[in-house]
């Protein structure tokens, strides 16, 4: 009787489990109610790796061990521990990211209450609009009656009075967007474009709708009245707003046509005239407080302009200084100028022409070249931004950012330690401070060694002569003892005052294995996932700018649960070039050959072969050459689905598609390229020829399969449109036509497709704004007949497991429509009959590239994303 009842309890544990875990969705509210993810699905980030930029990292302003970053590829991310985790701060469940409901994209000039330390207020980089936050930035929900009183002016910059939570003031503008805003000879005061179009002439957009503003709050940011300077130039940036922590009514406000002061609250403003700048220009500026003597320290950028001088070159402008609340500044440049000596070094010569001079000027490098010839005895770097140490007023860090706007090589980051009297390079990299440069260096008294551990990038240190990607923004945290400096797609860190720098992106399970666990702040864009039957141990995951990665198994060596992945360096280790794989293939008979596309940077449109596991790589065929189509550099063109057939080893495929729903609709920056659709190879990948016969003309090939029950019969999944429809294709053994299959009716657009180990087959699809009844995903089985199991519109992928058919994966997208609600990820234990949504820790959820059931593993799911690497989950039930 005692073991039937323990049977009957245990039973309805387990059933009442399941019913909570596999909370069915009510199709006729998935686009009317937010559906909150089951939680028994959690997902985490394992990146690592970076790409793009991260030009955002703001420190908590009480807090030291609080710190935001808000990287360029969609993504906002905090850490409580000084940089060591990292937790994303969007909504998982919220509707499309371009919505703005998700949170703050790329996170932008938050501040925090210097009284309640979980109240903040934050705008982000792409969009005017507000978010505030009650737990200290863990969460931020957009406010649009805020929002609204801006009237679509960008929020350049927010700051809080630190004696009063209820007063705060905002600024308009764009400076501190580094990829975007510039300052050129013909427009000094600054404009707004893309670095390939500024620079070159056309100079992109002085007027483009900024406007210059300064706005007041007295009630903790609900309500906010303008304070805007009368006077003040229209276009003006306000690059910050700085309140005298012991005069709180006195505001410094640096912008782009001047520095303004106020000595009661923002109810009139002074321009501050002549008072020692060259410019009046001011691109940064930071304050120091002393607590004890109350004393306010005022360091700034007044913009360094290239002035023509003969067949040379002079400057004006630099690195200023105020003791007295900035009444009057005092140029500081001293010995940061470099001389002609280290200016005739080959590379800082180099990007002197081709770089700062070049794009300033809105000329070639050669025609600069030849009208200004000689070099001058003297030149300043053009710095961007500057940072005090709050606890240490005579310590001082400059950005030279030669990777984004117009200055040049020879010290990415400058330092003072006492006040500006004296400055140097304290974040060294490059073979040329140990080499040639070495000599010119000492002369000038700056360590030449190199003092950055770049952890996983390690290739970085003998790259480049100075290293080739410079940084953008630098901040010390609220107490001073930890420095956050971003350079290229990586942040470091330095907890000794700049002396030396750790790449802090990520951690190695154990020293010298290359094994690599993520910090849970990836900026990388993720492709393809490919899992072998064969392979129990690891598989691949393919990325932009980062090669190919191998699942580890010792990521609890770092933290428990923690995945590790290790690096497929291309074409080795010894060498490695940054290359972008979108797919790779296994050869069916042998599981160390592999085979990698790359849709742009090194080996661009080439099929890469490995016949080691990927330890070495060689060029073994090529599907185009992209110098045909333009500047290779500029260009990306989308290679995916590569496959090989097992019974025709020698027969590969691949896909090249127009439009890809994975990247938002769009098909990359492809010059003059248009040989899209299906490619085929017959003689193991080195030639391969277009079979798009039978195909719709408008069509695009989304993806591709071999069928695992006809011996070399393919299938094709089409996208369309009601004017262009897509559907299923298929070719037979041999063939070089294809031919439609009939699909579920009204059925115009097929994104994905995929065969069962129970002999069906699935297809996904649908069109944005569609019916129900002619999008999600459907399933052909033994009944010889299309069966819906996900009502909706429009879906992406779709995944079976290999252990259970009755264990589905699904997507819906929202890259390129902001309209729908409830994007993300979906999955069914019982083939389709109720679903749950399962979002929960994945902040691009809805921006799914891959994703995939593991082969070996029940309960195992991994997804890469368009720009937050890639993510494991794991399924309690």
Known sequence: MQNKLILSLLILMVSGFSLNAQSPIDFSKIDKKKIVSDPSVQWTQFGPGSAGNNYHIYWHPTDPNTVFHGPNMGNSYRSTNRGETYTGVMDPDGPGYRSWERGPVEIYSPEFSHQDENFGICTMEGASHIYTTTNKGLTWEKNDAISSQFKGIHINTIEVDPTDDNIWYAGSGNIRDFNHFFHTYKNPHGVFGSKTVVGKGSDGKVDYGHKSRIWKSTDKGQTWKDITPKGIAPLAQITRIFVHPGKPNVLFTPTTYGFYKSTNAGKTWQLKKEVGFDNNIIRSMDMHFDTKTKKVTLYAIDLVKYIPNGKSMTYNGGIYKSTDEGERWTNINHNMPLEKAVLKSAPIKKSYYKIALSKWFGKTDKEVTKLYPELPEKMMHSVSLIRVNPKNPDHVLVINNYKSQFTFQGGMLWRTDNGGKDWYVTLRNGKNWEGKDKVLWQARGNETSHNVNWVSQGEWEKRDLYDRKAGAVVEFNSDGTTIMCQVAKVVCVSNNNGDSWLENDEKETVLGSHHWVGAGDSNLPGAELVQDMRLKNHFYLCSGENSIWKTTNDGDLV???????????????????????????????????????????????????????????????????????????????????????????????????????????????????KAYGVYRSTDGGVNFQIINKGLPAKGNVQKLELDPNNKGVVYAAVSGSKNAPGGVYKLEDGANEWQAISIPKGMISVNDLYFSTDNELYISGGTWGGKANAGGVWSYGKGKKWKQVFPYSFTNHIRVAKYDPKVLLLTIPSHAAPGILNPGIYRSLDKGKTWAKINAGNIQSDRIVDIQIDYHNPGIYWCSTYGAGFYKAIDKN
């Open 559 to 673: 933290r428990p649960g923690a995945q590790a992945v290790y690096k497929l360096s291309i074409p080795n280790k010894e060498k490695p070039a940054e290359c972008s794989v979108g797919t790779m293939a296994i050869h069916p008979r042998d599981t160390n050959t592999l085979y990698s596309l790359h849709f742009r940077q090194a080996f661009f449109g080439k099929l890469m072969k490995s016949t080691n596991a990927g330890e070495t790589w060689e060029p073994h065929g090529s599907l185009f050459n992209p110098k045909a189509f333009g500047n290779p550099v500029s260009m990306s063109i989308p290679q995916n689905h590569l496959r090989i057939d097992p019974d025709y080893p020698n027969r590969f495929y691949c896909v090249i598609a127009k439009k890809r729903v994975t990247s938002g609709g769009g098909g990359g920056r492809v010059g003059k390229f």
